[in-house]
């Protein structure tokens, strides 16, 4: 059987917007807009671009799925109070890309979904096939609701009934916002991490990712397979040794999973 490796990696979109949630008026949003760019420049996303690079490039997973890989622009105010043409300060898909190409392990982005603006609460979602070694494999990275349990468990149910009838083996990776006994994994799929006898931590760190010691305190972010043989399952980024340099913050406020797969051959 031909053999895969996969890993999912919420790299943190650099600052906390859950404040902007109870924002009642225009001064208050004018101070939180603050305190949000104070974020973004204090967890340096090239810096944790290249920490994350590093390591994804020990682990070398075949495919990659990534959730918020956030784009940050501003637009400027003439003296008029028009806003001027979109101005972008953080780009990490451009920084991740060239830091890995840097470290030796290019990867190409071969679906990238941009389905964000603004501060509401959102799910993404990508599909596409692929071949290892001659096998179809159908290979799917989600980002589910995070603030209202119905829209995210309908997600997440609809993401795995949608491909009971594929005749090809199927992997699920993705941050589902949600522990295991509420995700609820079951026949004919399959929690690497339980399969693969991982152990750890994959959400937590705080808002700054300058906390001394891991806050990692939950699992939300999930390898699913059907079709496929669990060999291997592990977190990546959540050791001391996996800080940025020279800010020393974690490379997100999430840790990364990767899991070694035997694929069943459909052909």
Same mark, same amino acid.
């Given at each position: 059987?031909?053999?895969?490796?996969?890993?999912?990696?919420?790299?943190? &979109?650099?600052?906390?917007?859950?404040?902007?949630?109870? @924002?009642?008026?225009?001064?208050?949003?004018?101070?939180?807009?603050?305190?949000?760019?104070?974020?973004?420049?204090?967890?340096?996303?090239?810096?944790?671009? *290249?920490?994350?690079?590093?390591? &994804?490039?020990?682990?070398? %997973?075949?495919?990659?799925? &990534?959730?918020?890989?956030?784009?940050?622009?501003?637009? %400027?105010?003439?003296?008029?109070? @028009?806003?001027?043409?979109?101005?972008?300060? @953080?780009? $990490?898909?451009?920084?991740?890309?060239?830091?890995?190409?840097?470290?030796?392990?290019?990867?190409?982005? !071969?679906?990238?979904?941009?389905? $964000?603006?603004?501060?509401?609460?959102?799910?993404?979602?990508?599909?596409?096939?692929?071949?290892?070694?001659?096998?179809?494999?159908?290979?799917?990275?989600?980002?589910?609701?995070?603030? +209202?349990?119905?829209?995210?468990?309908?997600? !997440?149910?609809?993401?795995? +009934?949608?491909? !009971?009838? @594929?005749?090809?083996?199927?992997?699920?990776?993705?941050?589902?916002?949600?522990?295991?006994?509420?995700?609820?994994?079951?026949? %004919?799929?399959?929690?690497?991490?339980?399969?693969?006898?991982?152990?750890? $931590?994959? #959400?937590?760190?705080?808002?700054?990712?300058?906390?001394?010691?891991?806050?990692?305190?939950?699992?939300?972010?999930?390898? #699913?397979?059907?079709?496929?043989?669990?060999?291997? !399952?592990?977190?990546?980024?959540?050791?001391?040794?996996?800080?940025?340099?020279?800010? *020393?913050?974690?490379?997100?406020?999430?840790?990364?999973?990767?899991?070694?797969?035997? &694929?069943?051959?459909?052909?």
């Amino acid at each position: 059987m031909p053999s895969v490796r996969v890993a999912t990696y919420n790299v943190y &979109l650099g600052a906390d917007l859950s404040a902007l949630f109870a @924002v009642t008026g225009p001064d208050e949003l004018a101070d939180q807009v603050k305190v949000i760019r104070s974020q973004l420049d204090a967890t340096h996303a090239g810096e944790r671009a *290249r920490a994350i690079a590093g390591l &994804l490039a020990r682990e070398r %997973p075949h495919l990659v799925g &990534l959730q918020e890989v956030a784009r940050w622009t501003v637009a %400027p105010l003439d003296e008029d109070g @028009v806003a001027g043409p979109e101005q972008t300060f @953080v780009d $990490f898909r451009h920084e991740l890309l060239g830091a890995l190409a840097a470290a030796g392990c290019a990867y190409d982005a !071969c679906a990238v979904n941009e389905n $964000f603006a603004g501060a509401l609460p959102v799910s993404e979602r990508e599909l596409f096939g692929v071949r290892v070694d001659g096998v179809p494999v159908r290979f799917l990275n989600t980002h589910t609701e995070a603030y +209202d349990p119905a829209v995210r468990d309908a997600q !997440c149910k609809e993401l795995l +009934d949608l491909q !009971c009838e @594929v005749d090809a083996p199927v992997i699920l990776v993705g941050d589902l916002n949600a522990r295991p006994e509420a995700v609820g994994v079951s026949d %004919p799929w399959a929690d690497a991490w339980t399969e693969g006898r991982g152990t750890g $931590f994959t #959400c937590g760190q705080s808002a700054d990712l300058a906390n001394l010691h891991s806050a990692l305190a939950e699992r939300i972010d999930y390898v #699913c397979v059907r079709g496929a043989r669990v060999l291997r !399952c592990a977190v990546m980024g959540d050791r001391p040794a996996d800080r940025t340099d020279p800010h *020393r913050l974690w490379p997100s406020d999430h840790a990364g999973v990767v899991a070694d797969l035997h &694929l069943a051959d459909s052909r």
